[in-house]
């Protein structure tokens, strides 16, 4: 199976701190698809963002961004300056020529005041 | 914004039971699937259906799961008969093509 890990289970920070999440993914595929989702307490998954493989640009979205490395097939995801509204479970997924996402286990990000 | 919406939001129900899950999708999207995630757990892929017909399913998704796009607007999840272990939030999500899929905000099953 081509995987997708989070190896962070739980991160916790005090908030203004940065904070980096960790996604490292398998694939065959030549074209595919990477996402970052985010699972608030009320259980809803917010899209934050998708990359494809032939665009390895990284992206800033205010305090959000994204460092996307195909040759160590990472893509890792930053907030800046965290707040208490970003505590929740991050998932990142993987999607190619069959359509399906694959998740990873997820990384429960708690921001503390 | 357009967004998909479930039904119910909760489900409450009996082992053995069948359960029907309702999700409405984004209007011009083509592509449907559900995904389901046991509590604490990862999301976990079930189907993909596009043009009235499954293009892909997991091998969670046995004969108890169907299907159905009834009509132009609701897609569906049968569970036949509901065991124990089908305890979980089911969300639909739908794409306009291979690119993102939007998520709806779930069903939690709940099996007795």
């Known amino acids: 199976a081509q995987k997708v890990t989070q190896a962070q289970t739980e991160i916790s920070v005090v908030e203004k701190e940065d904070v980096t999440l960790d996604c490292v993914y398998e694939?065959?595929?030549?074209?595919?698809?990477l996402f970052w989702y985010k699972q608030p307490p009320s259980g809803e998954l917010v899209f934050l963002i998708r990359?494809?493989?032939?665009?390895?640009q990284n992206e800033i979205s205010g305090r959000y961004s994204w460092n996307f490395q195909k040759s160590t097939s990472s893509f890792n995801f930053t907030i800046t300056a965290s707040q208490v509204v970003d505590s929740a479970v991050y998932f990142c997924?993987?999607?190619?020529?069959?359509?399906?996402?694959?998740f990873g286990k997820g990384t429960l990000l708690t921001v503390n005041p | 914004e357009p967004e998909v919406t479930q039904t119910p939001s909760h489900q409450v129900t009996q082992m053995g039971q069948e359960v029907i899950l309702r999700c409405v999708p984004i209007?011009?999207?083509?592509?449907f699937y559900w995904y389901r995630q046991i509590l604490g757990q990862k999301v976990e892929f079930l189907v993909s259906?596009?043009?009235?017909?499954?293009?892909?399913k997991s091998e969670i998704f046995d004969d108890q799961f169907s299907v159905e796009r009834p009509d132009g607007s609701n897609f569906t999840l049968k569970i036949r008969s509901t065991k124990l272990e089908d305890s979980a939030m089911y969300f639909c999500?739908?794409?306009?093509?291979?690119?993102?899929?939007?998520f709806g905000p779930g069903t939690r099953l709940t099996v007795l």
């Open positions: 694939t065959r595929d030549t074209t595919y698809y």
């Open positions: 997924a993987r999607g190619g020529s069959n359509y399906k996402l694959t």
């Open positions: 209007s011009n999207h083509l592509y």
């Open positions: 990359r494809n493989s032939f665009d390895e």
């Open positions: 999500a739908s794409s306009r093509d291979l690119d993102t899929q939007y």
């Open positions: 259906f596009y043009n009235n017909e499954i293009s892909e």
